[in-house]
């Protein structure tokens, strides 16, 4: 199994609809990510967050929420759906920096939502 | 300005040729981290290499290098003696600070591709 699982994997919605991608993982993370890929732009930071208190915005935060249910899993939610948030949805997880940690992002396999 | 630029939105190499992803990088803080991700077909990221700015000597994985010029703020990623399977996008991203309470931003990417 991934370390870092996202669900839905796939998902193809209509205009105005709220969607929710989870993400959870088994690294034993304290700190998650969600990053959004569109072609031509690269990754971009969605929501961060350092520890299960802890919810930060990134750069492209309007029109999205998160909440951190546990250190293992991390939600982010559309609350009404747009076509121009169709894109690739990554959920990553790293490790405090330090010692021999880099900060190096472990990433999920990415949820591609699609909306209509 | 964009912290990270990869100029190349695609390159072409030929099989075991050597290939070199230019990036550039725009900080002021002394200690940060960069990072080279491949993304292939398939969508996943996968972490390839590391350097860190205090690092003296330029990091090496495998085929993979990464040309640290300090002064001229610039990562490329050298990838010696191309396999068909390198073709992928590849990132280029950074981490500011060294206190640990970061976020990696990345660049647009290089889309690579190998010929026979």
């Known amino acids: 199994d991934a370390d870092v699982t996202q669900t839905p994997r796939n998902r193809i919605t209509k205009t105005g609809k709220r969607i929710m991608l989870e993400c959870s993982q088994t690294k034993g993370h304290d700190r998650m990510y969600w990053y959004r890929q569109d072609p031509g732009l690269g990754l971009r930071l969605i929501y961060y967050?350092?520890?299960?208190?802890?919810?930060n915005k990134g750069e492209i935060s309007d029109g999205y929420s998160v909440s951190r249910q546990a250190q293992a899993k991390f939600s982010l939610s559309l609350e009404s759906a747009i076509p121009n948030q169709t894109a690739l949805y990554f959920c990553?997880?790293?490790?405090?920096?330090?010692?021999?940690?880099?900060?190096?992002?472990?990433f999920g396999e990415g949820s591609r939502l699609t909306v209509l | 300005a964009q912290k990270i630029t990869q100029t190349q939105p695609g390159m072409f190499v030929q099989e075991k040729e050597a290939v070199t992803l230019d990036c550039t990088y725009d900080?002021?803080?002394?200690?940060?981290?960069l990072f080279w991700y491949k993304q292939p077909s398939s969508g996943e990221m996968i972490f390839l290499i590391y350097?860190?700015?205090?690092?003296?000597q330029n990091a090496t994985e495998g085929r993979y290098s990464l040309n640290f010029q300090k002064a001229r703020k610039s990562a490329n990623l050298v990838i010696s003696a191309s396999q068909l399977g390198d073709s992928a996008m590849y990132f280029c991203?950074?981490?500011?600070?060294?206190?640990?309470?970061?976020?990696?931003?990345f660049g647009k990417g290089t889309m690579l591709l190998v010929s026979p």
């Open positions: 991203a950074m981490r500011e600070g060294g206190s640990g309470y970061s976020t990696l931003t």
């Open positions: 350097q860190g700015s205090y690092d003296q």
């Open positions: 990553a997880t790293s490790d405090f920096l330090g010692g021999a940690n880099t900060g190096e992002l472990f």
């Open positions: 900080t002021s803080d002394p200690s940060y981290g």
């Open positions: 967050s350092f520890d299960v208190k802890d919810i």
